[in-house]
């Protein structure tokens, strides 16, 4: 088997132009004009230069617990197969028959025993290789015929993949940074207690810069139950209505401190967005009300606890990585989020709840209770992502100034008018 090559640039000397064009119109501090967001060369361009060349969020070890399980994920008219081989390690492909090119796997997730393809019964192992090709002239060298490898990395049991042949090298050290932040939770110990796909009318980057802020927050009633009010403000910002809310929060940061300093956990911020391909942030943080989980009250949600952690009012680890990938890790479970692009004004948010895989639903966990808070705060976010679609379609659209609530907004959209620079100069 061999690493997937790159494939030739496609960007013409056209393509460059419009893209330097609409990059050098965004000023610092506001953000993309309207054509990032709408225009559907361009969005190719995000797929060729962004989502074929970053490492990507695709899921969780959770979701390919066993052998033969398989997650596929859709970048663009890419498709990659990520599955856990017989060797109990997860792997990646390009989910292409190398006979005469068939989709090999369809739909979003499964188990295989082989990996069959469903045209001229192409019969490949999980480790790609090719087992059997009916009829196929004997003296043939099928080891030149196995499945084209993607490269995978897991980071404390969250699953990236790059379809580049010479992936961003920074992926380690950013692995170092946030696996300590995770294993608490360990996440190869937990399953999928539940997994919603929701389209959202926007564009991908949209998406993200909805996520990265939390100005809007009073549209999310639900949310504000555990996220402190002045949640994302810095202490000259709190306005004097929130004062007290404010005493409250910091109280709540000095107390949890205290709690993961005694248990040997991480959670002081690390932030580095903008200047790495694998750009992120990383925190534990407290929630709101009884703190131990996203619920009307803030008690936890799932009685069993992850990994061997021996207290619920933890707060959560919040980890946001560029391109496409938020989560939430809390002492009784963990809500991860992928943003995938289905088009220029179409993205699909898959949001994944995961719990200590010996918790029983009905018993230790209530589906529609552990989903609630996350279920209703999306739906919220795909109104203004649609909305803010629509607005930026419109010929009057003229990039704002951002708020400073707004900083990691600021950092999503550098980060990206960077990356797109570098690759553009390839």
Known sequence: MTLTPSAPSSLSDVDRARLLDVLDARSPGRPLPGAAYTDEALHRLDLELIWQRQWVF??????????????????????????????????????????????????????????????????????????????LAAGTDTSCLGLRRVAVRVVGGLVFVCLAADPPRDVDAVAEVV???LTPHALDRTKVAAQVDLVEDGNWKLTMENNRECYHCEGHPDLLRTFFPTWGLEDHQVPPRLRAAHDRYLLAEADLALACDERGIPHRLVEDLVDRPLGFRIAREALDGLGESFSRDGSRLVRRLLGDLDEPRLGRVTFHAQPNVWVHALADHVVTFAALPLGADRTLVRTTWLVHEEAEEGVDYDVESLTEVWRHTNEEDAVFVGLTQRGVADPAYEPGPYTEPERQVDAFVTWYVDRMREEASR
């Open 58 to 135: 695709v899921g969780s070890v959770a979701e390919v617990r066993e052998p033969g399980d398989y997650v596929t994920v859709e970048l663009g008219t890419v498709s990659v197969l990520v599955l856990r081989d017989d060797d109990e390690q997860v792997a990646a492909f390009r989910n292409v028959c190398r006979h005469r090119g068939a989709r090999l796997v369809e739909g979003p997730r499964g188990s295989v025993g082989n990996i069959v393809c469903g045209y001229h019964r192409w019969t490949y192992g999980t480790d790609g290789l090719l087992r059997h090709a009916p009829q």
């Open 179 to 181: 696996e300590p932040y």
